[in-house]
């Protein structure tokens, strides 16, 4: 890790990059621009935020970042989070919202910076696949809903709960405002259909197939062009009250000091964390997946400090929390940039914007930024990992379920964790019932299987459980419980061998546990073994009561050496 | 699971049995006596709910549970957690601490029947022995300095912060009444000089030594009769302002309904669920330890049903929350009781001292039920397990160091969900970092062993690693990594054989990951195998992406095949 990742591209920086560097930092702006002010209002703030948001922070995660090509800036779910924050907080009006998610930005920066410099980014990892994915999916879900309202022109009020938002758009489906709803349905259709339209062409291998592609994600700019000449030259928000953009200041953000001395910072600790890992995460896995295809490296606790940089400048120049977005990397990435030259040809084309464009964007329309929303989110549904877990392992598929679930009906926060806690309560589920099996010997080999799927030979007088996992406070009872009911069931045993080739620990539950169990056996007049017993295990276990107490029991080095032993041959 | 399982004790009764379960049942009665008022008054309570909650509980759990011996009953740590949710709910008058408590019995009654009926019992084993361990002592401790005021006569408010309990009664020590002081410090002394007595006297084997041990118990019933009449005597109470426990209602409680309309029972749902959760585990680890000493069975739902019924019972009949009791539990066990006739002995006592020797109580003093409460928790402060756990597993003893601060520092309630979270964070770090071992040849033979730890042979061109845990998703980023940089320090490597004798299961997660790392390797020219794949890991993988991805590399039965194919043997 060092201190300032960014030397190592700009002093070896090829001057053969830089035309790709530049175009693809000049197609992401064009995505971005749309982007940037939609996904403010997603957040509850002015569209200007968005636009804020995508200048310094572009060129803190250039100079402090680790990936190449991760297109950082406000992005859908990272919104989603902070207008389900702000509008958690009781009590604070609408217009302290930009000074809040200004505070939000700041905490976030400061948490995702602590976590890079303690290396605490393998925290992430428990956080499971499916559970992300159903997190995804369901915030695409909540995303789209709450631009319904936009997209058909009713004014409902915000909720953070799904059923409410779904019930109050039916209930006010009366009020559609035709003009409205013929603008956004229109333009969903129309963004649509450019997609796969340029995607199609490009896919036609010719000298114009890269203009191809570049002109597919230029769709949401041509909607926005041309929808705001339409409403312009009708004064449509005027005659048919169509929501607009209206005055947005021009010139740069001056710079902006959180306020954390009147505002209830504390308040919003426990959202700014979450916004942290989940941006975070969502940076990550796009950052490696691409990384990965240039075989370069992605270090977690770097991207973290990068991450914790960006929303810093956010913060002290009049932004709200960012990350890096999955769409805009790819299209970063297969546009061809080869360094962090490219996000600063984007932020420096985004500053340009917000000095002179500006008025330009007074009569766009809302409805347009909503349907720029509602396509862009509308891939990350994700059936087909949905599908895969359900087949491969129904545990994970609970997981996906429960935190897909658990977003719509509990919310954006809740959701995720209680995802989190659904899929390590499988996991200690899973791990507190252990697989154990009975072995007998392969003809007239060394080897011991399962008898349930295996040919084998077996004695009366000896056990040979296998218990596939290791030992510890959650399975001890399980254990115990199974090994006393196999000598109730079975009187004419007078020794039991545990194989303990897959018992990676033996924690000190279990081993009071297995101490417990050695008593209770020598009881019942039945003596317990071990055999196969790890390296590390055996070493721990030394000195310990339990060998004292399991004598005459003993340990044997493989499982045939005890069943020799014990005249089980 | 039997609805009402007495019925098999009570028709089997054998009249042998009678005289032990008599003088068992006489001898609990004396010891629970006096705690039962000291432990109400722990509670917050007026001490006559102790002796009510010692009578139908007792019944009910003696018709529904599965142990034979357990007392039943008003316990130290339940009182003191009833304690600390009734200071903890904000705007409740200390009046209706009574009423409260009732609630909080039905409640946790209700929790337990219904986790009974749901065969929940086993969410128990998730706390493990070093958090349990761990809670008893610190609780020991709380219990221990909240009744030092009583012991030394001072008033000071209560807290349930340890800091200020201690900080206050140091700043009140100019206002200690010497002659309570005398009377509760003296207590303790005579209570601990009489049980080491009487226990040095029964281990010396004569005829008397089963009185002896008698005796011994009746230890805190010698000192409430002297120190009653002592205080009576010189009116201490008014001369030298002893508290005494004053007037107690005569008479059995009347049924009580507990007020569910107009009480904030809501707020106890929390404080009910952690009660019901610490008096079951109590319970329970008791139960189990005297059953296996007579090879009887305890079965943990069946005990869920039968708390929970005394507790309902003690809704009911104006008591609070009842639990199994260690030590009262350990005296009935060598006393010598044989059936739960010995606790429904015990009821009539105690029915038979609230209908006609509560009068006795008047001038008892408070110090001395503070001594009797303070000598019983003594001996639950668990140094023996502390330093065995040290000496075994630093995460373990991390678990019971970090429980036993967190109850200090936090409080009795989430003290004890630290604990588990601590735990089980442990458990997922340790297993979110497996241990790998690169293996290679023994000799001739077919075994494979840590390069580390013995001597074998091994070639360059393939590295044979296993990874002794299963793959789940907190530990896959860790293997990808440990694989990559393995391959990325050894360019000589062309393949991997990953050995899975010890991989119970491959999650979701886990299988993205191993696809990803196919890829990931096959672009480094590395073939990626498998070897010693487990039956049902196996099932799964079949018809997964991932086989097809690993293709050409291979599955082996076992690593010794697997090296013979690869030239490396």
């Known amino acids: 890790m060092s201190i300032v990742p960014a030397s190592k591209w700009i002093l070896n920086y090829r001057k053969g990059d830089l035309p790709s560097d530049a175009l693809a930092g000049m197609i992401v702006a064009i995505m971005l621009v749309p982007q940037a002010m939609a996904y403010a209002l997603l957040a509850g703030l002015p569209p200007q935020y968005g636009l804020y948001a995508s200048i310094l922070p572009l060129v803190a995660y250039a100079i402090f970042g680790s990936s190449r090509t991760l297109a950082v800036g406000p992005v859908a779910i990272v919104s989603l989070m902070v207008a389900s924050a702000l509008q958690g907080m009781n009590g604070i009006a609408e217009e302290t919202y930009p000074a809040m998610a200004l505070l939000l930005a700041l905490m976030s920066g400061i948490i995702l910076l602590a976590m890079g410099v303690l290396r605490l980014g393998f925290l992430m990892n428990y956080l499971s696949h499916p559970v992300i994915s159903g997190f995804t999916s369901a915030a695409a879900i909540v995303i789209g809903l709450s631009q319904l309202r936009h997209l058909i022109g009713v004014s ?24 409205a709803a013929m603008l956004g349905l229109g333009t969903v259709g129309f963004l649509l259909i450019w997609r796969r339209s340029f995607t199609r062409l490009a896919a036609i291998p010719n000298s114009v197939s890269g203009i191809m ?12 062009i041309s929808a705001t000449l339409f409403v312009a030259a009708f004064e449509l928000n005027d005659t048919a009250g169509i929501e607009i953009v209206g005055a947005i200041p021009a010139g740069l953000p001056g710079v902006t000091v959180p306020d954390i001395t009147n505002l209830p910072w504390q308040d919003l600790i426990f959202a700014a964390f ?6 975070f995460l ?25 991450l914790g940089a960006a929303n810093v400048a956010a913060a002290f120049t009049g932004g709200y929390p960012v990350t890096g977005g999955f769409s805009r990397s790819v299209v970063n990435f297969t546009a061809g940039a080869a360094t962090p030259l490219a996000s600063l040809v984007t932020a420096a084309l985004i500053a340009l914007t917000v000095v002179f464009l500006t008025p330009l964007f007074y009569y766009l329309p809302k409805a347009i930024l909503a349907a720029v929303i509602v396509v862009a989110v509308a891939t990350l549904v994700d059936l087909d990992t949905a599908r895969q877990v359900w087949r491969y392992n129904k545990a994970d598929a609970i997981s996906l379920a429960g935190t897909f679930l658990a977003v719509l009906a509990l919310g954006i926060e809740e959701g995720i964790l209680a995802g989190a806690a659904i899929s390590i309560s499988l996991y200690l589920w899973r791990t507190s019932r252990p697989h154990m099996a009975i072995v007998g010997r392969i003809g007239e080999t060394e080897h011991f299987r399962n008898i349930n799927r295996h040919e084998v030979k077996t004695c009366s007088h000896v056990i040979a459980l296998r218990v596939d996992e290791s030992l510890y406070f959650a399975n001890t009872s399980f254990l115990e419980e199974q090994m006393l009911q196999l000598i109730a069931d079975k009187p004419e045993v007078g020794h039991i061998v545990l194989i ?16 417990r169990l050695t008593t209770e056996l020598h009881d019942a007049r039945v003596l317990l073994h071990l055999a196969e017993v790890k390296g590390p295990v055996m070493d721990k276990l030394e000195g310990t009561r339990f060998l004292k107490d399991l004598k005459p029991g003993k340990i044997y080095l493989s499982t045939h050496e005890a069943m020799t032993d014990l005249n089980c041959v």
Chains 1, 2 share one sequence.
Not at 274 to 279: Q, R
Not at 289 to 297: G, N, W, Y
């Open 156 to 179: 409902v009020p915000r909720s953070s709960s799904v059923i409410e938002t779904v019930l109050s758009i039916v209930n006010s489906l009366d009020e559609v405002n035709p003009v």
């Open 500 to 515: 303990c080739n897959a018992v990676n620990f033996i924690d000190a539950s279990a081993l009071d546990s297995l101490d």
């Open 213 to 224: 592609e570049t002109l597919g994600k230029a769709g949401p700019l041509a909607a926005v």
């Open 282 to 306: 969502e940076s990550v896995s796009v950052a490696k997946a691409l990384a990965s295809k240039r075989r370069q490296k992605i270090e977690p606790n770097q991207e973290l400090i990068g």
């Open 274 to 279: 979450l916004i942290s890992f989940v941006g």
